[in-house]
């Protein structure tokens, strides 16, 4: 990596501190990661690649990858790498992702998801009694640890895809890792909101200073062991990670907790195995037609993405051009949808929420509805949501029946997600890689695994809490989405890439972190690129909205009031509060691509 990139690297950290102080008190509000305020971003033109990731090391270390000739998939086993280094409360080696590739004929969907420990039960999150536990009570300690899945899956986009050799790839997150990089805003904000992280002996010892303070931004933070891992990642494949002394040392570290202990095994390390699945594609109607691909279950984003757009191209929200609105910042403008629209697409994703509720979770153990995960997209059953909606909010609704098949099934009761990483590339092929990639909550199970015993390691995930935490309803009736052993849990993350449908050229790559809210971060960049005609960067920058089936969720401070007291006025509960999407996305542009980054986070966009 280039000198002069990592010399300028602490002043452009602190650039994107953000106006205003982090308002970390915000985490209460069921934020996956807290909101540490917002800085402008000015997209990002390239004519031969692109690279967009949620830190500027990361972005650049993937660049570094296409400029020596690699694959967008090349690009991506360094950008994790790094990510695991840079942004740690996020994804990591110990967590799980899932990938679209286009390979520039067809698009394969790579499942690196972790999957419940041999040993785990439906009963993992209840007490004794039967109550289920509370998430916090769940989520710290090794209880919730999944198998990681993110190493073998990159493995094997790799051997397909790779064109440098898989050393090679590690170099860039090596060097950070022995020579320090500099402590970015975010990571020094969450880490001092975060008295969890405090609890693990090895993860006090690395986030934070003898006095009990973070590190401070732009301070150079070294972290040897995460480099000798990889270093053995590097030399030995995957295995490094799931036999021998690595596969020792998070055995040792979730079975070990001494309040909240794991059932994960070696067996269940050494038995993973990264699956290929069938992407999930819709046609979406715009100014002309788009074909929008993502990712199946264990994944529930492109079904509800899918649902959501398509029933609302059933109803007037076409007639509905986005408004003025408020900026990020104190004192800007910027365009937001208006009370008529945000009522139709809200309403739309109560239906949409209630079908997930109802039907989605690991394909390996449950049957999709008629047969076929496409029945919950089929034209005439969205025909049928869509006239659900009136004037007036349904507060409440329920799951439909699509192709007249009906669940065995409880619908899920509704718990938090948490947070998570996204990465969009194209190299210089025009092949593309779309990857969302997680440790669930912030900094995960705040279990830091430790193998050479220098400072530092690597993050563990709690993605097990991403079950249902109940198995049954008040009835006995079996939850689609409880634990099981060898199962994967559902998922938001939406990695999605849109062709063109006549001509099947690319069109964009995106997606974003957020817990449940993936969903609708995506959906409103998906709409905003290809209804309202804006560029990726202006779709990203629009406030956030959404409801999971609840109330109904804007921005804090992004919409007029006006539009809150319409929705009101609907019946709608509305909450404002900030709402911390970490969207990248490509798009075509004439002459090459255009790429875009969260004013909400660090991230930016490389490439050349």
């Avoid at 899956?153 to 790779?162: D, S, T």
């Avoid at 309040?259 to 992407?279: V, W």
Wanted: with cysteine.
């Amino acid at each position: 990596m280039k000198k002069p990139f990592l010399a300028s690297l602490a002043a452009a950290l602190l650039a994107a501190a953000c106006v205003g102080p982090a308002n970390i008190g915000d985490a209460s509000l069921d934020q996956p990661e807290a909101s540490t305020g917002y800085a402008e971003k000015p997209g990002w033109a390239n004519s031969t690649f692109a690279v967009a990731a949620a830190n500027p090391l990361a972005a650049e270390a993937g660049s570094s990858m296409l400029k020596a000739g690699g694959s967008a998939i090349d690009a991506a086993v360094a950008v994790q790498m790094v990510l695991g280094l840079v942004e740690p409360q996020s994804s990591g080696i110990g967590g799980g992702a899932f990938l679209l590739h286009f390979n520039g004929r067809e698009v394969e969907a790579f499942d690196g998801r972790e999957t419940a420990p041999a040993a785990a039960d439906e009963r993992l999150f209840l007490h004794p009694d039967g109550r289920p536990m509370a998430f916090r009570e769940a989520v710290v300690g090794g209880r919730a640890v999944g198998v990681p899945g993110v190493v073998r899956m990159l493995e094997a986009a790799h051997r397909r895809y790779g064109k440098l050799p898989w050393a090679d790839l590690f170099q860039p997150a090596i060097a950070l890792a022995e020579k320090g990089f500099p402590v970015g805003p975010r990571l020094h904000a969450l880490a001092r909101a975060d008295d969890a992280l405090r609890s693990d002996a090895v993860a006090a010892a690395y986030f934070f200073r003898p006095d009990g303070e973070p590190h401070a931004v732009g301070s150079l933070l070294r972290n040897p062991d995460y480099a000798a891992v990889l270093r053995r990642i590097a030399r030995d494949g995957a295995r490094a990670l799931y036999e021998g002394p690595v596969a020792q040392a998070i055995v040792d570290k979730v079975r070990g907790h001494r309040a909240n202990p794991g059932r994960l095994a070696l067996s269940d390390l050494a038995h993973y195995e990264a699956k290929q699945r069938a992407p999930l594609c819709h046609e979406h109607r715009a100014a002309r037609v788009y074909l929008i691909c993502g990712f199946p279950p264990p994944g529930s984003g492109a079904i509800a993405i899918g649902q959501i757009l398509g029933i609302l191209g059933n109803t007037a929200a076409a007639d509905h051009p986005p408004v003025p609105g408020r900026g990020g910042i104190a004192g800007s403008f910027s365009l937001a949808p208006d009370a008529e629209w945000l009522h139709l697409y809200t309403e739309a994703a109560r239906l949409a929420f209630a079908d997930r509720a109802q039907y989605v979770a690991d394909p390996d153990f449950v049957t999709p509805p008629a047969g076929s995960w496409a029945s919950l997209l089929d034209a005439a059953y969205l025909r049928s949501r869509a006239a659900l909606i009136g004037s007036r909010s349904m507060k409440l609704a329920q799951p439909g029946v699509p192709g007249g098949a009906r669940s065995r099934f409880a619908p899920m009761p509704e718990q938090p997600e948490h947070g998570t990483s996204h990465l969009s590339i194209v190299d210089a092929d025009g092949n593309a890689v779309a990857m969302t990639t997680s440790i669930e909550n912030q900094f995960g199970s705040r279990q830091m695994v430790n193998v050479s015993g220098a400072a530092g390691g690597f993050l563990l995930n709690n993605e097990l809490t991403d079950f249902s935490f109940s198995p049954t309803d008040s009835a006995g009736k079996a939850v689609a989405n409880r634990v099981q052993p060898g199962k994967r849990p559902r998922s938001s993350m939406s990695p999605t890439l849109v062709f063109d449908r006549a001509s099947g050229a690319l069109v964009m790559s995106t997606g974003s972190p957020g817990g449940a809210m993936i969903i609708h971060f995506t959906a409103k960049v998906l709409y905003g690129v290809l209804d309202w005609g804006m560029n990726a960067q202006q779709a990203i920058d629009l406030p956030n909205f959404g409801s999971l089936g609840g109330p109904v969720l804007l921005e804090a401070k992004r919409f007029p009031p006006s539009v809150v007291q319409a929705l009101r006025a609907r019946g709608a509960v509305v909450r404002e509060q900030p709402l911390t999407s970490g969207l990248q996305a490509i798009q075509t542009m004439p002459g090459g691509w255009f790429g875009g980054a969260d004013p909400r986070r660090e991230g930016v966009v490389a490439g050349e």
